[in-house]
């Protein structure tokens, strides 16, 4: 399903984001930039070494990416030509900042993009897997993050929400189409 915000076509597909077509996927990577499971390392496989080379890089440079913050590699062989990879906060209960974490991750990798001129992206559920943050309350905060962007700037022509699982594409479809 879409809708369009302010000029940017806002679109929500259940997949695998490693397939995207977008200019740029986005990466719910861990601190260390070094890889892990879930879509880090679904991106690793799919991408290969060139986009591991540049975070061993990039983390050798300023130590890794601190959580709600976000860097950008090459998509190396993905269809993206570009991944920006962000941290996103491990639930803990709700009462450590985790939402407004987690939304900074949205606005982080939005600023980023920006920066790069990158005009399409594909945003993972971020936090919705190994951290374990609820579901139905992470796509409250994606959706918040990512429509304020969208209010204040025309920079993006297409962004999309890649949702794995079955209950984040229904939850997405939800709100989405409440907009
Ligand atoms: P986190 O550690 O941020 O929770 P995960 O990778 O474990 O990261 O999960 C984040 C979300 O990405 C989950 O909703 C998970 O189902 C989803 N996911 C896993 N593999 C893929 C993939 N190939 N494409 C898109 N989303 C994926």
């Given at each position: 399903m879409e809708t369009t915000l302010?000029?940017t076509k806002l679109e929500v597909i259940q ?91 949205y ?16 945003f993972?559920n ?13 796509v409250d905060v994606a959706i918040e993050a990512v429509t304020?962007?969208l ?7 297409r962004i999309q929400f890649v949702c794995?699982?079955?209950?984040n594409y229904d939850l997405y479809v939800e709100r989405v189409g409440a907009l």
């Amino acid at each position: 399903m879409e809708t369009t915000l302010n000029g940017t076509k806002l679109e929500v597909i259940q997949g695998d984001i490693t397939q995207s077509s977008m200019a740029c996927i986005v990466n719910a990577a861990n601190s260390s930039l070094l890889g892990g499971g879930g879509v880090d390392g679904a991106i690793h496989r799919a991408g290969g070494r060139r986009i591991l080379d540049e975070c061993v890089r990039i983390r050798s440079e300023r130590g890794g990416c601190p959580v709600g913050e976000a860097v950008i590699t090459t998509g190396g062989n993905l269809k993206a030509q570009y991944v920006i990879h962000t941290v996103g906060p491990v639930w803990k209960g709700g009462k450590n900042g985790e939402a407004e974490k987690l939304g900074n991750c949205y606005r982080s990798a939005l600023r980023l993009a920006e920066e790069h001129g990158i005009s399409s992206l594909s945003f993972p559920n971020i936090s919705t897997g190994i951290y374990g943050y609820p579901k139905e309350q992470a796509v409250d905060v994606a959706i918040e993050a990512v429509t304020d962007v969208l209010a204040r700037k025309q920079a993006f022509e297409r962004i999309q929400f890649v949702c794995f699982d079955r209950q984040n594409y229904d939850l997405y479809v939800e709100r989405v189409g409440a907009l």
